[in-house]
């Protein structure tokens, strides 16, 4: 039973930061494809940042979404079972429920969330300006 659990949102003005949390169970995987998704009110879900890593290769690969290169860091702590994503500079348009997804192996095609096997149930990130 794999389960995912977002923290870490709330209200912040525009140009504050948060960090948002995805505490993992019952998910282990040498090989694995995080990332995190939003989705804004009236818009499509989207792609914000994904991380494919690899313990056996002892590396990993990261990818943005456009709008938040730059302002947004996503990251893992292995030993927690835990991935990061770390806001800075946020703007209102940043405002979105956003969500941790997961999927043992490679990361799928898609980077909309497209195929990512676990979803927890979101946390709501508002950016006031």
């Known amino acids: 039973q794999v389960q995912l659990v977002e923290s870490g949102g709330g209200s912040v003005q525009a140009g504050g930061s948060l960090r948002l949390s995805c505490a993992t169970s019952?998910?282990?995987?040498?090989?694995?494809?995080m990332g995190w998704f939003r989705q804004a009110p009236g818009k499509e879900r989207e792609g914000v940042a994904r991380?494919?890593?690899?313990?056996?290769?002892?590396?990993?690969?990261?990818r943005y979404a456009d709008s938040v290169k730059g302002r947004f860091t996503i990251s893992q702590d292995n030993a927690k079972n835990t991935a990061y994503l770390q806001m800075n500079t946020l703007e209102p348009e940043d405002t979105a429920i956003y969500y941790c997804a997961a999927k043992g192996g490679s990361c799928p095609p898609s980077f909309d969330g497209d195929g990512m096997d676990y979803w927890g149930k979101g946390t709501l990130v508002t950016i006031s300006s």
């Open positions: 019952g998910f282990t995987h040498n090989t694995k494809c």
């Open positions: 991380i494919y890593s690899s313990t056996d290769q002892r590396g990993s690969i990261v």
